[in-house]
């Protein structure tokens, strides 16, 4: 069972854009058929939608621990990229620090500021990083899914998800063709799936 839901008017009261609102309610057989306050599980918003969609509705969710769950997301699709940044910076371990900082801020570990340390220093590394601005999607749709969780919750959330994003960037880096943005999208599809049912 999925632990997080939300509803056609929860939707659109946050703003769900128009495409992605109607491919959901044809996927549900039309809001009017499928109800406007009936719960719809994120699960099926993923694979309706698919990951970027299924992680912006985070924000809709109806149950209050979607800040933990957005914040823990965020981190596990920043480190499912790791690897590329480390293989090209070994030394470098900002990038991790920041994720591991994401994870402690969630389960109440390290303050805010603590976080926002921790997510400083992984953006200035990966700022510097040479190819930063030449990074290809695998690793950029991890980084999107981590920004997007972060307005899934609360201000406290979102500095975390913003670690994790920095992380993510970094990672970006050393990311390289459409077959990895693929693979990469699967892996956050098995993330969110083992968060959302565990």
């Known amino acids: 069972m999925c632990k ?22 044809e996927f549900l057989g039309g809001v009017s058929a ?7 599980s994120l699960l099926t918003i993923l694979e309706s939608n698919g990951t970027a969609d299924c992680i912006w509705s985070l924000r809709a969710a109806l149950e209050a621990e979607k800040d933990y769950l ?26 991790a ?29 990966a700022a510097n990083a040479a190819d930063a601005a030449n990074a290809a999607a695998a690793a950029a749709d991890a980084a999107y899914a981590a920004a997007n969780a972060a307005d899934a919750a609360y201000a406290a959330a979102a500095d975390a998800a913003n670690a ?11 990311a390289y063709a459409a077959a990895a943005r693929l693979k990469e999208r699967d892996k956050q599809a098995d993330i969110i799936k083992a968060w959302l049912t565990k």
């Open 97 to 125: 620090k920041a994720i591991e900082a994401a994870r402690k801020f969630a389960k109440g570990e390290i303050t805010r500021e603590e976080l926002i340390e921790a997510k400083d220093a992984a953006a200035y590394a």
């Open 164 to 174: 994790a994003a920095a992380a993510a960037y970094a990672a970006a880096d050393a």
């Open 34 to 40: 499928y109800g406007e306050d009936k719960p719809i």
């Open 4 to 25: 997080l839901t939300t509803t056609f008017n929860e939707l659109r009261k946050h703003g769900a854009c128009v495409p992605g609102y109607k491919k959901l309610a």
């Open 70 to 95: 957005a914040r823990m997301i965020s981190a596990d699709c920043a480190e499912s990229v790791l690897h590329l940044y480390t293989a090209k910076y070994p030394d470098n371990d900002k990038p």
